[in-house]
């Protein structure tokens, strides 16, 4: 199979003529991170990122009030002993009784959970609700006085449930619970992002301006190796008419995976031209954000040849990441001078310190697929050959940090 090398300087996005930008992104990680060298920077698309919180709310004094059926009694000591914590109420009716905790503002596509610790000092009575929060859109969670046993040890009881739309969330404890009385010690409000709603999309664009050949499309997971879930999907396009135009290309949504290695990548051994290139790719929404190191586009130089493909092995590890780096080493035979004058021209011209693209098997461009630098560049020299002059080639390409 085919081999494909290209240079960074023939990396169409790099150009200073070439456009790249995306329809949306997280703004402190630009598109124009998958432009830097060091794949410690990335590009990450849109997504929420937010660490669950866990909010006290009070169950007697500033910020609470009771209801025209409800009276409060006294203090006495908490669940775990705490000297006069907690607060004793009692209820008389089945309206009008209550302890409304406080009002609190509420996010969408978040998970809250409310937690009280209570306890009946008398009745039986399973009227009401234990837990009674109601959204300024009307929706009402509620959790149900059946679920506090008769008893009068104190229980942690909590109610969860999902928002979709922001708004304020009013929460109140003992609801119209009839005659009753019993004890409200600490409570909390937890909140944690949802990340289950369907599928998330984000689109690259790139304008080179005027009609480029290219053959290769390459993306790089980042150092941290966090690659798209199962069910992602990606679809390349190509136009010369429209940003995002599928006149010269059209690969429709494709399975995106990353593998082992961390690459994905569109190549063939002919190039196609086209002054637009798009990229759309597709998510599980149970994932919030995705990651992403590097990207290279461009016409690679393809020998007439085959590889003697020798594999790769482990070079370095990156200490930071302890993400073990690849080297590989292979060779070409009976090539052509053409083929042979090409290779020398990317061995002098990226030497040892320009990055570059190679794809030593193009039916495994994915696993096979390196970006790095030469630690031997390709340098060919005359071989016999039965039929005529030809000329062989070896190289050894090191995988950047």
């Not at 199979?1 to 960074?8: A, E, G, K, S, T």
């Not at 998958?34 to 929420?48: I, M, N, Q």
């Not at 000092?121 to 009401?128: F, L």
């Not at 009674?132 to 509620?142: D, E, I, Q, R, W």
């Given at each position: ?8 300087s023939q990396n169409i996005l790099e150009w200073s003529t070439t456009l790249l930008g995306t329809t949306s992104q997280d703004s402190a990680n630009p598109v124009s991170r ?48 705490s000297v006069n914590r907690a607060t004793v109420y009692r209820n008389t009716s089945t309206s009008n009784a209550y302890v409304q905790s406080t009002i609190v503002q ?296």
């Open positions: 199979m085919p081999v494909l090398i290209l240079r960074r998958l432009l830097s060298r060091p794949t410690g920077e990335f590009w990450r698309t849109p997504g929420t990122v937010e660490a669950a919180t866990e909010t006290a709310i009070p169950t007697s004094g500033t910020g609470t009030a009771m209801g025209s059926a409800t009276v409060q009694l006294g203090k006495e000591n908490g669940a775990d002993g509420v996010k969408a596509r978040r998970r809250y959970t409310i937690t009280i610790q209570a306890r009946r000092t008398t009745g039986s009575t399973v009227a009401g609700n234990l837990i009674h929060a109601l959204h300024s859109n009307g929706t009402l969670y509620a959790l149900s006085m059946s679920n506090l046993a008769q008893g009068v040890a104190y229980q942690n009881r909590s109610l969860t449930f999902d928002v979709q739309e922001p708004g304020t969330l009013a929460i109140h404890f003992m609801v119209n619970t009839g005659t009753l009385e019993y004890a409200l010690d600490t409570a909390s409000i937890r909140s944690e992002v949802i990340y289950t709603d369907g599928t998330r999309t984000t689109y690259l664009w790139m304008d080179a301006a005027a009609s480029q050949p290219f053959n290769c499309l390459v993306l790089r997971a980042p150092r941290d190796y966090l690659t798209p879930p199962a069910g992602s999907t990606i679809r390349i396009g190509a136009s010369d008419v429209s940003q995002f135009g599928t006149d010269k290309l059209d690969t429709g949504n494709v399975t995106f995976s990353m593998g082992a290695t961390g690459y994905w990548v569109w190549a063939q051994a002919a190039a196609i031209s086209a002054r637009f290139v798009w990229i759309a790719i597709n998510w599980p929404g149970s994932t919030p954000y995705l990651n992403f190191g590097r990207l290279f586009l461009g016409s690679a130089f393809v020998p007439s040849r085959s590889q003697n493909y020798d594999g790769h092995d482990v070079a370095i590890t990156d200490a930071s990441y302890q993400q073990s780096l690849r080297r590989l080493q292979f060779g070409l035979s009976a090539l052509t001078l053409a083929d042979a004058d090409g290779l020398d021209a990317i061995g002098l011209g990226a030497g040892t310190q320009e990055q570059v693209l190679v794809i030593p098997r193009l039916d495994l461009a994915s696993r096979t697929a390196i970006i790095g630098a030469f630690s031997t560049p390709p340098a060919c020299h005359v071989s016999a050959a039965p039929f005529g002059k030809r000329f062989v080639c070896s190289m050894t390409v090191e995988e950047d940090l």
